[in-house]
Every structure is written in C-alpha cells, then in structure tokens.
C-alpha cells in the first residue's frame, strides 16, 4: 500500500512537469517553497533578516508548501525555482528515471527535528513506554512518519502490532487532530511544540531526531536545468546561506532569536531562543552545506526499513556537493 501511494504521487508529479519548464531569473527574485515554518530552518530565515541574501542581491519570495510532496509539485511545474524539504522527495523521483529531476545543492539540518508531544507529562520518558498508543504519524512516504516508524522499531515497538501510528492526518493538520482529540500522542515541530506546552494543550516529552540518529533530513533542491541556468544566482545564495550558518553556529540562541524574530511574528522571542537552544543541543543544524554520503544511506535506510522503496539510488544522481565545495573553496 505504501509503495502504491508513492507511485500515484509520482504519476501526478510527472504530470505537473510535463506543463511546464524551467526558466532562468535575471531579477533576483528566487521563488522559494518550504516544507513548513519552523525555527528548525534558522539559518534560512537570519539569511532572510540578517541581510545575507540583500548583500548578494538576492530577494527571497518565501511559501509554506505544507510538505515535501507540495514542494515537489511546485518545483516541477515550474512554480517554485527553490525547494526546501527533505531529500526523500528527489529519491523518489530520481528512482522513477525522470530526466531533469530536482537535485540537492545544500543541506541545511542533519537530524530529525520533531518532538514527541503527548496529553500528560513523562519525566522519566523511555520510546518502549509508548507500547499499546496511537501516535500521529503523518503521511506516508514522509520522512517524519517514515523516521518515528524506524525509530520506535529500533525500541521493539511495530506498527500494528504493539503500537498504532495514524497516517491519515497531513503533516500540517497533526497539531489541530492531536489537540482535537485524535492520538495519544504526535510529533511537532519547534516552536509549535513549546507554544503548545505553554498553551496548557500537551507536554513536549523527547526529541526524535536525538534518539534517530544523523541523516540529510531538510535540504535545498531545484532541478538541474534551473541551476545551470542560474550560476551566479545559485552562488550567492549559497554564500548567504553558508555567512547564516555561521552565525547561528557561533551565536546563542538569544542572539540567533532576536535576528530571525520577524518570522514568527506573534510568537515570544524567549520561546524562539529556547526553541534555537533546543536544537543547538540535539546538533541538529548542518555547519556546512556538504552532504555526507553515509547520511544519506542512513536515510535510504530509513526509507526501505520503512517499505516505501526496495532500491537505492546512487548518492550522485541525487546530490550535487560540487557547487557548494566551489564557494566555499572561494570563501575560504
């Protein structure tokens, strides 16, 4: 069932890509779609408001996707020229031989950045005491449901067997399912997690991308065609984006907070600092853009633990470290 989902998704992506082509930008105006808003993307958003992308020339023209699987969409119908979302979306593609499929040119986080949210507080919380709940998982195919699935299997705890995970619900609509009553518990993302717990709605219990281990888990893509047509664009992006990573590697989270405050307009600095301090502990953002090889197996792994691909794909016909590697030999 699993596999047949993925080919529909692929069928209607394919779809999209046949209406439209990609195109050069000579504006600077890169048309950007994320996965969803969340302080796990720091570096991208002090890029944003820290001036990073201003001094390269560069306007970011931000939109919430709600999905790796809309983000694809966007990309290849030619409504978005950037996507930011996890790399399983390119795997996928890339496995059904589609020419010109979307690559990766940057990693921006190496954990999962969930966390386990549920109804009551768990001081002394272990993954087996999740034994006989039902958890929100989220779409299948998704790397959140596909990584809580290899997660809680690395802690004895089966699909169906002694616990329940919920696909039905889309990664956007989880926390108003999970405070509507469904699940025992859910993963959220920071700060929607912290504001949730502040909210008197659910206690944050553990980090999944802590107990998961390290893999490419959010990463910027474009199709080939739109980074051949776009050097110099795409280099100034990622010099934006490497001076961002910088600073939120050398910065508190007070400091990180303050400058991509304007993001998260109506949320509390305090919280964002805490949510930053959350992620900084767990090592959860990339230091350089470079995708490591066995990170990437980790997360083909991860996939075929969970059913959805029996064959890999090479770590070349996905990820391009080259343009990266050549602006930071040049910044260097």
């Not at 001076?243 to 964002?272: C, H, R, S, Y």
Request: proline share 3%.
């Amino acid at each position: 069932m699993k596999k047949l989902i993925i080919c529909a998704l692929i069928v209607c992506l394919a779809a999209a890509c046949l209406c439209f082509a990609a195109c050069d930008t000579d504006d600077g105006v890169i048309r950007l779609t994320e996965v969803t808003h969340s302080v796990f993307y720091a570096p991208l958003y002090v890029a944003i408001e820290g001036g990073y992308f201003e001094e390269e020339g560069i306007t970011i023209e931000l939109s919430n996707g709600g999905g790796a699987d809309s983000c694809m969409t966007a990309l290849l119908a030619g409504q978005a020229d950037i996507g930011l979302h996890g790399p399983e979306a390119c795997i996928y593609v890339a496995n059904q031989g589609r020419d010109d499929h979307p690559i990766v040119f940057a990693q921006l986080t190496k954990k999962d950045g969930s966390f386990l949210v549920g109804r009551n507080p768990m001081p002394d919380f272990k993954w087996s005491d999740l034994e006989g709940s039902e958890v929100i998982g989220g779409r299948v195919g998704g790397v959140p449901a596909m990584t809580l699935e290899y997660l809680f299997e690395q802690n004895g705890l089966f699909d169906g067997n002694n616990i329940t995970i919920n696909y039905g619900i889309d990664f956007d609509l989880i926390t108003a399912a999970f405070e509507a009553g469904t699940g025992d518990y859910c993963t959220m993302f920071e700060p929607v997690a912290t504001n949730f717990q502040n909210a008197g709605k659910g206690y944050v219990i553990a980090s999944v991308g802590e107990g998961a281990g390290d893999m490419p888990y959010t990463a910027f893509t474009a199709t080939r065609s739109f980074i051949d047509e776009n050097p110099e664009l795409i280099d100034g992006f990622l010099r934006a984006l490497i001076k961002a990573m910088n600073f939120v590697e050398e910065n508190d989270g007070i400091t990180v907070a303050n400058v991509l405050a304007p993001q998260f307009a109506g949320t509390d600095v305090e919280v964002l600092a805490n949510a930053i301090e959350k992620y900084k502990q767990i090592d959860a953002y990339s230091t350089s853009p470079i995708m490591k090889q066995e990170d990437f197996e980790h997360l083909q792994d991860v996939i075929i633990s969970a059913g959805v691909m029996d064959s890999r794909v090479d770590f070349s016909e996905v990820v391009d470290n080259s343009i990266a590697q050549a602006v930071l030999d040049k910044m260097n």
